[in-house]
């Protein structure tokens, strides 16, 4: 029957991915008007109580990969599970057992069974809602936006406020916020990686037609949901948005299991250890008991039941609610975790690339000179330059708001009023340049270019010196690099700026046109170290994370700001250097250089994959469009919430305010989580793996069950119980003083020792309850190992949590305290009382608790004096 619905399912996802394909086609080859009137809109846009209705009708534009984790779904998780159906069961066999076939019924050890379940499912319950509401919280706090035509007005509106027929602006950077069908594009590079897998950039065309027969994206003049804008600009009409959108049919697919990180894999791994130690005790158990004590039946719900007593179930619990803590923790910093996983990871990096701009510098950017070619202060430089960054229509970066703030304080605010933009030729990667053609009142045109020096002197044929232009001969060309390279050794960060007259009357222009330019000058920018980063840097040095920077910019710039904090600059490569090195050059090269200048977004993801192949965890910083790609390929992005879209997008962790000291809270804080997690792991894998042992050996040696299901249970619940303090404890400085990376062997290790290390004093307490206590007796005997077993189970916590001497040397949250301490009471009262009746037991006389205080001393002591031997044996406890 699943298989079926499974089928069925498929089936209907297929049919609605090709009606959803099919839909795109006829929409892409509509005319403009039958389009518009397809979706009831204009060329207006809607008006605000159209988009509202739309919203009622079409539901938020996000997409929901699979069911969404409602209260309910969260409650069912909670609720029914191995332990708790175990529960069931037994609760079940005992209410036949005890009231309908007894003589004399008695609910009682029935009712603290059902007790169990509840207690189990509300905490396990209250912990994932604590978690969800926690993440969901975060999640708010960070939003992409976009610019729709509203009421004949643009207007900014978040993401997911757009609805079908709404149109949209769209520039460089920007997140395609639905299915569009492009209304007017200029030079619109879109990067459709993320539905192709296809790397390099696809050209749109609003007025291009469609074959027939296309694959959507091969459509040239629809975009999707789930692209974004390289470069150029456009307007667009939304066509789908959501669960409709063509990323809506493919969210499934694309929304697959992703590739493990290592303390996944880790944790997997110490998983199928107990699963395969557990499937090899649990049939021994079975058959020894039902052999040798002759009831089956009881053998058997005794070997389900330590089958679910040996499963770490608290797991995800605690890595779910350790997670959620350390999130709330950095949110507290201004630091936004987009994906909880991407915590851990932060913990373990040892590599941090970063861009320069705005993450190293203050990101306010100020225009410090304005020059010709005799390095002499020049209006006309300055003119050419504000009117090329006002007139350009893509992202204006910081650079372009500089040049017009400066052309702002020197007067010239009025001089766009003069001319009209005819073209641009936007800017990218390959080029390094962006140019506008512009046209005055009479008529005359010209091309404005600025860009990277190097770059825009190679389409350069002429220069502009006193007030004549000259040919570009060698002798020139060598001056002006000089003056360049003077300056941009000083800090300054140069471009170039260029135009020229002879400018076709009409026609679409492209980068074609960029050639015989006439040089006017050169434009310096000063953009400070933030006053934080030579700390932070130093501060992440100290805690074992080498900072690299990966910048787009002059070698020269980037050498300045390094040195000023404390980035090493003794080996400085560039992206000729990398595009002529193969990937092992590349490899070794990236172990000793920490600075990566004039590199393309490619280039700067390569440098990352380098690292990550030399066996490292690396973490990128960057905002711009630039540095998605290297964002895409770390281990973990970083980001901030000014970024562009694409960057936001792809980052897992976002900055809201750029002080790159909250980088160290945000290590420290993945670390500390690292830890607690691997605490509960260590502890769960030792003790279970002792459990095993005692457990064999107690039925081999006595004539009856060392202990009844619900026993076991019980202990197992109050285990868990006192673990809920373990999120919220407290991460020796030590341990969080290097990245941390996860280590299968150590798990194995840990539980090779301290596994029958427990279980040496488990048998120490079987004979100390039946010679000394005379304990021969089932119920006794049983009552003794469950308060034994609980309480040092429970406690032991405070021996595995330090590396040093705990309480004296190193103390636990007062949450870890309170919640083991607590725990830890409740057997001793069970078993010394006549509460022991509830779970089947007799109550123990108190001449046990000598043996027991001495018992607990001495595994305590144990464990202490075997901790600092495995340390000197194996360098590390956790």
């Known amino acids: 029957m699943f298989l079926f619905r499974k089928t069925t399912a498929q089936k209907r996802r297929l049919q609605d991915r090709r009606r959803s394909e099919d839909t795109l086609r006829a929409r892409a080859a509509q005319p403009r008007d039958a389009l518009f009137a397809a979706l009831a809109s204009t060329p207006e846009g809607l008006t605000g109580a159209q ?27 909670a609720t029914v599970n191995p332990f708790n159906t175990v529960l069931f069961a037994i609760a079940v066999i005992t209410f036949f057992t005890d009231v309908v076939t007894s003589s004399a019924p008695d609910y009682f050890t029935v009712c603290v069974l059902l007790s169990l379940i509840a207690a189990s499912s509300l905490v396990a319950f209250v912990q994932s809602q604590r978690s969800h509401t926690a993440a969901e919280s975060l999640s708010k706090m960070i939003s992409n936006r976009t610019s729709v035509l509203r009421d004949g007005q643009w207007a900014e509106i978040p993401i997911a406020h757009v609805v079908p027929g709404d149109v949209v602006r769209l520039s460089a950077g920007d997140m395609l916020p639905a299915d569009v069908r492009f209304l007017s594009t200029k030079d619109t590079f879109v990067a459709q990686a993320a539905l192709t897998g296809e790397s390099n950039p696809v050209e749109k065309f609003s007025d291009a037609a469609p074959d027939a027969g296309s694959a959507p994206t091969d459509l040239p003049n629809v975009g999707f949901m789930g692209s974004n804008v390289v470069s150029g600009s456009a307007a667009g009409l939304v066509l789908a948005t959501g669960g409709d959108a063509y990323l809506g049919s493919l969210a499934l697919s694309l929304s697959g299991d992703r590739v493990k990180n290592s303390f996944e894999r880790g944790v997997d791994a110490v ?5 395969r130690w557990m499937l090899l005790i649990v049939p021994v158990v079975f058959l020894v008991n039902g052999l040798l004590k002759g009831t089956w039946m009881s053998a058997l719900l005794f070997a389900v039941t330590v089958a679910v007593g040996l499963t770490p179930e608290m797991l995800p619990v605690i890595m779910t609610s350790t997670l959620a803590k350390g999130a709330v923790s950095l949110s507290k910093q201004e630091v936004i975790v987009k994906t909880l996983g991407a915590i851990q990871t932060f913990g373990e990096m040892d590599v941090l690339c970063t861009d320069k701009t705005g993450t190293l510098t203050e ?19 300055l003119r050419h330059a504000y009117l090329n960054s006002c007139f350009q229509t893509g992202l204006k970066n910081l650079i372009d708001i500089a040049i017009i703030r400066r052309a702002a304080q020197a007067g010239l605010s009025d001089l766009p009023a003069a001319y009209t933009r005819v073209d641009e030729i936007p800017f990218d990667f390959t080029r390094r340049r962006m140019s506008v053609v512009l046209e005055d009142r009479s008529g005359k045109r010209q091309l404005i270019t600025k860009g990277a020096v190097e770059e825009l002197l190679s389409v350069c044929a002429f220069v502009e010196m006193d007030g004549a232009v000259r040919p570009l001969d060698e002798e020139t060309r060598r001056h002006a690099l ?23 009357g009409s026609g679409a222009f492209s980068a074609a046109d960029e050639r015989d330019m006439v040089l006017l000058g050169f434009v310096g920018f000063l953009d400070p170290p933030k006053e934080s980063a030579g ?72 440098v990352v994959a380098a690292f990550q192949a030399e066996g490292h965890t690396v973490g990128y910083m960057g905002d711009g469009i630039n540095d998605a790609p290297p964002l895409r390929q ?72 060392p202990m009844l299901p619900v026993q076991i249970l019980t202990q197992n619940l109050l285990c868990d119980f006192s673990q809920m303090g373990i999120p919220f404890d407290s991460v020796d400085e030590e341990y969080i003083a290097r990245p941390r990376r996860w280590d299968t062997k150590s798990i194995r290790t840990f539980m090779a020792v301290m596994g029958p290390l427990s279980s040496v004093f488990d048998l120490l307490c079987f004979a100390a309850l039946w010679w000394a206590v005379g304990a021969d007796t089932a119920p006794l005997f049983q009552s003794g190992w469950f308060v034994f077993g609980t309480v040092s189970q429970v406690l032991v916590i405070h021996m595995i949590r330090t590396a040093k001497v705990p309480f004296l040397q190193s103390r636990p949250s007062a949450a ?34 000598p043996w027991l205080a001495l018992l607990l001393a001495g595994y305590f002591a144990a464990a202490q004096v075997i901790k600092r031997f495995y340390i000197r044996h194996f360098g590390a406890w956790l």
């Open 51 to 77: 988009a509202e209705a739309r919203l009622e009708t079409y539901g938020e534009n996000r997409i929901a990969a699979g069911a969404d984790r409602t209260a309910l779904h969260r409650l069912r998780e």
């Open 271 to 275: 998983s199928r250890l107990l699963l």
């Open 363 to 381: 990101d306010r950017i100020v225009l410090e000179v304005y020059m010709n070619l005799h390095g002499e202060d020049d209006a006309r430089v």
């Open 482 to 504: 000089s003056l360049y390279e003077a300056h941009n050794a000083d800090g300054l960060r140069m471009l170039a700026v260029a135009q020229k007259n002879e400018v076709p």
């Open 535 to 606: 700390a932070a840097v130093s501060a992440l040095r100290t805690h074992g994370v080498r900072t690299v920077v990966l910048t787009g910019d002059s070698a020269g710039v980037a050498v300045k700001v390094c040195r000023k904090v404390g980035v090493d600059v003794g080996a400085v490569l560039t992206g000729a250097d990398v595009a002529a090195m193969d990937d092992a050059a590349l490899r070794a090269a990236s172990e000793r250089c920490d600075l990566f200048a004039k590199l393309s977004p490619d280039q700067k993801a390569r």
């Open 634 to 705: 770390a281990d973990v992005g970083l980001s901030v919430d000014s970024a562009v879209d694409i960057a936001k997008e792809t980052a897992d962790i976002i900055l809201l305010k750029k002080d790159l000291m909250v980088l160290e809270e945000g290590v420290i804080q993945g670390r500390r989580t690292f830890g607690n997690i691997v605490k509960y792991i260590k502890m769960a894998a030792g003790g279970n793996f002792g459990n095993m042992i005692s457990v064999v050996a107690a039925s081999v040696f006595l004539p009856f069950l």
């Open 816 to 849: 870890l305290f309170l919640s083991t301490f607590a725990v830890a009471a409740l057997p001793l009262a069970v078993g010394f009382s006549g509460l022991a009746a509830g779970l089947d037991m007799a109550p123990l006389p108190l001449r046990f608790a």
